[in-house]
């Protein structure tokens, strides 16, 4: 099937950072013939964006943009941000203009942008994709190719299918998911992971003060790797942590009991005890990479 990115002509990208930067030269890439425009708060942010050219043309002034030209807006700001910018693009947008996202948030944000935006229409999209680098300066090539996209919809109608379109043809895996489920799902799969791996970190900080031995001189391969996300940007997972509050203090808590659990079996020095819940948790590790090997 022919790339036609969902038939949106013109796209504007709101938040040139690695999402909305990774989006733009996906599409360029990807042999889109629209035009691409960027706007960002910070000038250096626009400014390398044109010098990358990833946007045909970038903005910080958004009374300076074509609204009449846009198709399809992208927001992609940290998802603390997303209504005051609904609030702040409504009067500018064509009705048949369609507005996506790309936050890891669904939930209730979902239906205060749908009626924010009204009549506008507004389409939920979750990439589940990125990096623990910042800015439009790291932005990969093909960083959606043969990721899960989550679509957060009431209804199918044409815009949806658009923006189904749209990501298929950067090379995603769509799929439809309630909001309210898609903030469970990823308060367990991804918002809890940051929260231990940023936990650990701070752990080994307060061991490192305890003790007066500087412990990250020597993390090896695996604290490096499991702890790569703590790098991330602390003003998007502020954001995130504080929007998806309510799950993701459910799924700390039972972080907490696994960790209680493993600790007791250790002081009690239960062996028997210790080897069948790491053979559990091994065996569902391991099944995995086996699922990424029949993908």
């Known amino acids: 099937m022919e790339k036609d990115f969902g038939g949106f002509r013109n796209i504007l990208i709101i938040g040139l950072g690695l999402i909305g930067g990774s989006i733009a030269v996906s599409l360029k890439n990807s042999g889109y013939k629209g035009k ?8 250096d942010r626009v400014k390398k964006a044109i010098e ?3 946007v045909d043309e970038a903005f910080t002034d958004l009374k300076k943009i074509p609204w009449k030209e846009i198709d399809l807006v992208i927001i992609a700001t940290p998802v603390k941000t997303f209504e005051n910018v609904a609030k702040q693009i409504k009067p500018y947008l064509r ?4 507005v996506t996202d790309v936050g890891s948030v669904k939930g209730e944000l979902v239906k205060k942008l749908q009626d924010i935006l009204k009549p506008v229409k507004f389409v939920g999209a979750h990439p589940i994709a990125g990096t623990e680098k910042e800015g439009i300066e790291n932005s990969v090539v093909g960083l959606f190719r043969n990721k899960k996209l989550i679509l957060t919809i009431d209804e199918e109608d044409n815009s949806t299918k658009k923006i189904e379109k749209f990501w298929t ?5 769509v799929e439809v998911m309630d909001p309210y489920t898609h903030d469970f799902v990823f308060a367990s799969v991804s918002h809890l992971p940051h929260a231990v791996a940023f936990a650990l970190v701070d752990a080994l900080i307060e061991l490192s003060k305890e003790t007066g031995i500087d412990l990250f001189l020597y993390p090896g391969a695996g604290f490096k790797d499991f702890t790569r996300i703590a790098a991330s940007s602390p003003t998007v997972w502020k954001d995130i942590f504080i929007e998806n509050k309510e799950n993701l203090l459910h799924t700390i808590d039972k972080f907490i009991q696994s960790m209680e659990k493993l600790k007791r079996y ?14 559990e948790i091994r065996e569902k590790r391991l099944s995995l990479e086996k699922e990424e090997k029949d993908v």
């Open 266 to 279: 250790i002081e009690e020095e239960n062996q028997d005890k210790l080897i069948e819940i790491l053979s």
């Open 95 to 98: 009705k048949d203009t369609v």
């Open 52 to 54: 990358m050219k990833a």
């Open 169 to 173: 043809d950067l090379g995603a895996k």
């Open 36 to 43: 691409i425009y960027g706007f960002d708060l910070s000038e």
